[in-house]
Every structure is written in structure tokens, then in C-alpha cells.
């Protein structure tokens, strides 16, 4: 493999990686406030499939980006109402979504279905940036939406990690009852928390089908939500990591293509098989580094109820 065909790989990476950045540092900010969100599979095609209409029919992919980050919102939302205020069963909640998600996208695209987009979202040649060997092609000639999942992945950190908020988020998704105690309405942040986090899965979705693959088709996240959630497991909750983890994976899933491409007799399957194997490999290794570093919110996946404390 020459230099052009590294650089063209770490390309491409930093592409497929992108709607797993954006769900993963979703999921990050859910999780820290203790909302465990296995729906973010659903919300990722909700996303995809509104962003997909809207801008069909506006012809405006920003509009298209807005309607997608609201339709995770909803589900998010609907997620969030049952468990922080009915205190339903996280998992149950989530894994219901991702089914309802799956069965609203299909509905709502079936009209949909292989049309090419127009207007979908170009690379964009940054100059002088664009033009430096080997990092210009990598870094500085995509699309938008890549430099907004950057962007938004440095503006949650920062939140969560050098602001006040961050810190209320932070000690809600470890401690509930202190937090509490010390005046930080725990249903507010959980809330919060939990929508942002359904708008970036929509958002992850939204660039599946508006960039990384302009055209609707069912189930075109492929599980790629199911990844983001390893994925915060592996950034041990921190949106910087989730920045790196996203394009590891990404860069997984470039390397199948660069294989079947390449005229490797391997079995195209097995080649699918590859991010999933890799995903659950990743799991083994960080959850055996877990039991020697802290990184798991202690109140994750579990219900605060302000009379029990």
C-alpha cells in the first residue's frame, strides 16, 4: 500500500467516522447525567429519515440537519419522560425505542426509498490548510458536517468538564441525592441531558443520509448505534476519547471497503462482520482496563426518586 492509498484510507476514516462521533458524544452526555440511552439506534434513523425528507422538499440540507436533530429530540424526549419521571427500566425504555425508531423511519421513508439526493452536503477544500501534504487531504477536504461534529464534540467537553453545568452534570450522574441536596434539580439535568443527547444521534444519523450516502433506505444506519454505545464504553466517557474511538472505528470500516476493493478473495460477510468483531473485541479489553481505572458514572442506569433519598 503506497502513501496515496494511506492518506485516502485516513480519509475515509475520519468520514465513516463521523455519524459515530456525533451519536457517541450523545450518548456521553446522556450517560454522565445516569440516563442509559439503548435507543440510540432508533434516533439515528428517525434522524436520517426526517433530515432525508425535509431536505427533499425544501431543498435546504440545513433545514434537513434541524428537522433531524428534532427528531431525535422527540424520541430522546419520550425516553427521558419515562425514565426520570414515570422511573421506568432504562434498558426496557431504550430497546423499545430503538424498535419503535426502526418502525417509524420505515413508515415515514417507504416513499422514499432510492432516491438520490441533489442537494446533499460537498467537501469543502479549505485553502492553504487543503493544500498540505499528506494532513491536507486528511484533515482539511470534507464536508461541513465533519467540522460540526468536531466542533460540537470540543463544545461538550469544554461544557462538561470547565462549566459550572458540567459539573452539576457530572455530580447528577454520580451522586443524585448530593446533588440534590445542594439545590441542582436532578430531573432538569437529566432531562437536559438526554435530549441533547437524542439531537446528536439524530444529527449522526442526518449525515448518513444527507452525506456519507445521500439517498434513504431502510435500516442505513446498518448498527451503527449499537456501536456508538460500545463507543462510549471505550472513551470511558469522555467526548475527547469518543473523538479518537470514532475514527478507529471509522477507520475499521475503511479498511473492509479498502479489502473487498483491493480483489482480496475473503468473503464479503465475514468483511461486514469486521466492525462488530472489532466492537466486541474493544468491549473485553476496556471492560478487564475498567476494573483497575474509575470511569463509569456510579448512577448510571438507575432511577433517583427525591423520597428515597
Known sequence: MDLNSIVALLAVAIVAGTPLLFAAVGEVMAERSGILNLGVEGMMLVGAVTGFIVTVTTENHWL??????AGGAVLAAIHAFICITLKGNQVVSGLALTIFGTGTASF?????????LTNRFNPIDI?????????????FRHDAMVYLSIVLALALWYIMFRTS??????????????????????????????????????????YLSLAYAPTWQESIT??????????????????????????????V?????????AGFQISPFFLSMLPYLFTILVLVIVTIRLRQE?????ALGFPYDREER
Open 64 to 69: 434537513g440537519i434541524l428537522a433531524a436533530a
Open 108 to 116: 415515514l421513508g417507504k416513499n422514499y426509498v432510492g432516491l438520490p
Open 127 to 139: 485553502p492553504v490548510l487543503g493544500d498540505i501534504p499528506v494532513l491536507g487531504p486528511i484533515l
Open 165 to 206: 453545568w458540567g459539573l452539576s452534570l457530572r455530580a447528577v450522574g454520580e451522586n443524585p441525592a448530593a446533588a440534590d441536596a445542594v439545590g441542582i434539580s436532578v430531573s432538569r439535568v437529566r432531562y437536559l441531558a438526554t435530549i441533547i443527547g437524542g439531537m446528536m444521534a439524530g444529527l449522526g444519523g442526518a
Open 222 to 251: 446498518a448498527g451503527r448505534g449499537w456501536i456508538a454505545v460500545a463507543l462510549v464504553i471505550f472513551a470511558l466517557w469522555n467526548p475527547l476519547r469518543a473523538i479518537l474511538g470514532s475514527y478507529l472505528f471509522g477507520g
Open 253 to 261: 470500516e475503511a479498511l473492509t471497503f479498502r479489502i473487498q476493493t
Open 294 to 298: 474509575a470511569g463509569v458514572p456510579a
